[in-house]
């Protein structure tokens, strides 16, 4: 086996140990954010007032509070919570009712097509690149990610496949490793923006799935690509009216 081929499994297999890292840490993140959350309410001197994380599928890095407060310290509390790094909402107990109903303002799951829309959108507007045979990623394509998280953190717990894809120039294995290992380390670099791990998974195609044929410049330049596919459960498909008939 060449050195290249050593390095480059090396560099697969550390992504890939990145993302399962991520994924199990997951819980201990949410935690983290319960102590921070209840740290800046004691700060705050809201006596009476209590808050966790919701871990709940459908609704990410929510604050939940609770107490019995007048409609001043009620406000104040939750101003508090939403301004802790990390948390993206924070609301009352009684102002979401049952974190399973789906229609409460703001918090029902984005449906995947309008999710894949704004995340297609996102991955477009500046296209992650690597450097040649490398799943190095640079500051340009890391701006692109966060823009890309952005977009996932309003899909609720749609899930999305990142999808790495070469040209078809060069070793068809060594084309797949490097595809996986970029894949591995994008959906890493998105757990580490919030993201969570199991709405994720990563898949390298190599040179399986062209959208040109033939390796010429412009071809070899289409078919370097990720993709994100958006899936999963969707408020959209519920409100869709049956055929007549049906």
């Known amino acids: 086996m060449s050195d290249w081929i050593k390095i480059l499994m090396g560099g697969a297999a550390t992504s890939v140990l990145a993302f399962a890292t991520h994924a199990l840490t997951g819980e201990s993140y949410a935690a983290g ?10 700060a705050s001197g809201a006596a009476g ?8 599928p459908s609704i990410r890095r929510l604050a939940i509070l609770s107490g019995d407060l007048d409609d001043a310290a ?5 101003e508090t919570v939403s301004g802790v790094s ?20 703001g918090l029902a799951e984005a449906g995947p097509s309008k999710c894949q829309a704004e995340v297609t959108k996102a991955a477009e507007a500046d296209p992650i690149t690597f450097r040649s045979g490398s799943p190095y990623l640079s500051p ?4 692109t990610i966060d823009a890309v998280a952005a977009a996932l953190k309003e899909c609720g717990s749609a899930e999305v496949t990142v999808e790495a894809h070469t040209d078809a120039t060069g070793s068809a294995a060594i084309n797949n490793s490097m595809s996986q290992a970029r894949a591995d380390g994008i959906a890493a670099a998105l757990v580490e923006r919030g993201i969570a791990a199991d709405q994720l998974s990563a898949k390298g195609f190599g040179s399986e ?21 958006v899936s999963g459960d969707a ?11 049906e």
């Not at 990390?86 to 303002?105: F, N, V, Y």
């Not at 799935?209 to 596919?229: D, L, S």
């Open 209 to 229: 799935k062209p959208k040109v044929e033939g390796t010429g410049t412009a071809a070899n330049q289409a078919n370097r690509r990720i993709e994100f596919t």
């Open 33 to 42: 954010l319960d102590d921070k959350a209840t740290a800046a309410l004691a």
């Open 74 to 78: 009620r406000s104040e509390a939750k």
């Open 86 to 105: 990390g948390i993206a909402e924070a609301r009352w107990d009684d102002e979401i009712g049952s974190l399973a109903k789906p229609g409460i303002d």
């Open 140 to 143: 340009a394509s890391l701006r």
């Open 235 to 245: 408020s959209d498909a519920a409100d869709a009216k049956p055929e007549e008939g």
């Open 49 to 56: 007032a209590s808050v966790h994380i919701a871990r709940e």
